[in-house]
């Protein structure tokens, strides 16, 4: 049976100061959108779609995902990275130093509802 990938997933990693993390975000970015729905269009099970106003020019469309995502979750825009996916429209996002003191899934909850808040559509 295949199954598809998760929008969100968490991994964790270990470092001097414990465990700290990262959180994949699985997403399919549209370029050259109109300002209106510039930002994120939907949170789906397996991905999550961003529109930008910027075309996939000199990495212009890459920092306005970045600039997207660190605004709807307010997580400072250096611990957002593009990963995997830079000339593609389908993209793997980290975002960095994450802490998880408790449940994995319910913070992975908390996370996809602060996209679904942040949704323009």
């Not at 600039?67 to 960095?96: F, Y």
Request: one cysteine or more.
């Amino acid at each position: 049976m295949v199954t598809s990938p998760k929008a969100l997933r968490y991994v964790a990693t270990s470092n001097k100061r414990g465990f700290v993390g990262c959180i994949y975000l699985n997403c399919y970015i549209k370029t050259g959108v109109s300002a209106a729905r510039h930002g994120i269009l939907s949170v789906m099970t397996s991905h999550v779609s961003i529109g930008v106003s910027a075309k996939p020019r000199h990495n212009q469309a890459n920092k306005a995902v970045g600039e997207i995502i660190s605004q709807s979750l307010s997580w400072p825009r250096s611990d957002v990275e593009i990963i995997k996916g830079h000339k593609s429209q389908l993209k793997t996002v980290a975002i960095k130093g994450v802490v998880i003191n408790g449940e994995e899934d319910e913070y992975l909850a908390k996370i996809r509802s602060k996209l679904e808040q942040n949704s323009i559509l």
